[in-house]
């Protein structure tokens, strides 16, 4: 809701529904992974109304051209032998990650996310994968440079899992943040939405002591812009991306 730190989500078909006092609220602004955020006034809206979103283009800054006579190979980007020693878990629609970079080769193409989730909770709960540029100026997560809805889960937890985005060729040569984000709806248990507190109710992300202090979690509310980076103790979480870069 415009000028408000409030909000309500929609279910993964795009349904909501919402109330609301018209002389406090100017109106809402709906917004999807991937589409420009759109402006609607109290006035203009009405039941049963559908809200259509205008895909967003998204500009990377650099352009990854294929060559036959390069073959590529693939590395690390963070650290893959990470030790589980503490858990994250969170609210509905907050999101929390870690900037993993700049990596040795310059020109690669991020391939695969890989997170742990752990074996409390609900292992299974459906969460959503972001990936996020760096701003030079400030350190923190500027644009959300996955195009769509990347909603994933875990088994039964004490697992990797592993998301393949070796289709959207993101370039990492300046680093990626990768954040997940507590989802409601997608079959998820209507406990992770009826509960106020932060609990156990939903996916629990494993955090590990292995990346040390250089690496701040970043978080980020639902239903505002600001992220806030705390140093956690010197946890971060469980998670590394790989990537291929051009060799001769």
Known sequence: MQDKTQGFFCDDKG?????????????????????????????????????????????????????HKYKRKRAILGKK??????????????????????????????????????????PAAKFRIHVYDIDTVTGLPLHDITDTNLVVNAGKGNEWLKID???????????????????NGYGNN??????????????????????????????HSAFTEKWGGYDNAGLSPMVYCTYSYPVK
């Open 165 to 183: 985005l070796s289709n959207k060729y993101i370039p990492i040569h300046a680093g990626v943040f990768v954040t997940m984000e507590w989802l």
């Open 81 to 122: 032998h990470l030790k589980p020693f503490g858990q994250l878990y969170n609210n509905i629609g907050k999101e929390a990650g870690v900037f993993l970079g700049p990596p040795s080769h310059q020109r690669g193409l991020l391939q695969y996310v890989y997170v742990y989730i752990l074996d409390i909770g609900l």
């Open 190 to 219: 209507t406990d992770i939405q009826n509960r106020g507190a932060i609990t156990f109710q939903g996916q629990v992300w494993g955090l590990t002591r292995s990346y040390g202090y250089g690496n701040t979690t970043y978080v």
């Open 15 to 67: 349904d909501f529904s919402f109330a609301v006092n018209m002389d406090t609220v100017k109106g809402i602004t709906a917004y999807c992974t991937g589409y420009e955020k759109k402006e609607i006034s109290v006035a203009d809206l009405h039941p049963g109304m559908r809200i259509q979103l205008r895909s967003k283009s998204i500009s990377l800054g650099e352009v990854a051209i294929k060559a």
